[in-house]
């Protein structure tokens, strides 16, 4: 030190601080684990929902093999779910963008997944934006 007095809540709070251990972190705290299509983020119902929902919806203008296998894979390989989703969900239907429900672009895409040969997994896919922007979309191991 420089000679300089040292105030008395100065040494107070590195007392304080040399005492009380930091507060460990919870799982809240921490930044989403980015997962990938590949670990299985969707369900075989939910799937099968999608290929429903895209047969009513969709296939007036689309073909399942647009959008699946390696169409998909060439197109969306290295961006997230959550890009996909932001775009079909609000230029989609082209009669109505946006007039889906959530879970239901979600099942579409759920859908698209398992015509490309991702597997499914315990949980559905999830239905809001900011979730799927932390699962990338990985060309599966063939």
């Given at each position: 030190m420089t000679g300089q007095p040292v105030s008395s809540a100065l040494v107070a709070l590195v007392a304080v601080a040399m005492v009380?251990?930091?507060?460990?972190?919870?799982a809240q705290d921490a930044p989403p684990?980015?997962?990938?299509?590949?670990?299985?983020?969707?369900?075989?119902?939910?799937?099968?929902?999608?290929?429903k929902q895209f047969q009513q919806t969709c296939a007036a203008c689309h073909s399942t093999a647009e959008h699946t296998g390696r169409n998909f894979e060439s197109r969306w390989n290295g961006s997230t779910v959550g890009d996909l989703f932001d775009l079909v969900s609000n230029t989609m239907p082209e009669?109505?963008?946006?007039g889906l429900?959530?879970?239901?672009?979600?099942?579409?895409l759920a859908f698209f997944l398992s015509e490309s040969g991702y597997k499914e997994g315990p949980k559905e896919l999830p239905s809001d934006l900011e979730s799927l922007k932390h699962i990338r979309i990985d060309v599966p191991a063939k």
């Open positions: 009380v251990p930091p507060r460990a972190l919870s684990t980015p997962a990938s299509v590949v670990d299985g983020v969707f369900t075989s119902d939910q799937a099968e929902r999608g290929k009669s109505d963008p946006g429900k959530a879970e239901e672009y979600a099942s579409i």
